[in-house]
């Protein structure tokens, strides 16, 4: 199955160090087009502990285009990983269009170079 962009899936997601995986839940980011053509999804992490309200989106059920995910979430936007479609294990639907443009923007702000004076 090809995943489609703002999907949220379960799959495993690396540590940051290698050493282990955790079994979350993710958001899908590449396009559709780079998924249908590609084995991997380009996604970032969700968790349903707060971490760093400057490093997080707050994901809530009314995010949801279509699915749901068991509680509040939020969304790690300094968590993107490229992995292959091959190892997702569920998927729980989709976020609208509106909460995705904010994840796109936080995303952005994030790896976009400081404002020269």
């Given at each position: 199955m090809r995943y489609k962009q703002r999907d949220v899936l379960l799959l495993p997601v690396p540590f940051t160090d290698l050493?282990?995986?955790?079994?979350?839940?993710?958001?899908?980011?590449?396009r559709d087009?780079?998924?249908e053509t590609h084995e991997d999804i380009v996604i970032v992490g969700v968790?349903?502990?707060?971490?760093s309200r400057e490093y997080e989106v707050t994901l809530d059920p009314d995010h949801m285009e279509s699915g749901r995910l068991p509680?509040?979430?939020?969304?790690?936007?300094d968590k993107i990983y490229?992995?292959?479609?091959?190892?997702?294990?569920k998927h729980y639907g989709a976020?609208?269009?509106a909460f995705f443009a904010q994840l796109l923007q936080s995303?952005?702000?994030?790896i976009s170079p400081p404002e020269r004076t």
């Open positions: 050493s282990s995986q955790k079994v979350r839940p993710v958001i899908v980011l590449s087009t780079y998924n968790t349903s502990q707060p971490y509680r509040q979430s939020f969304v790690r936007i490229t992995l292959s479609q091959d190892i997702v294990r976020v609208n269009e995303i952005l702000s994030l």
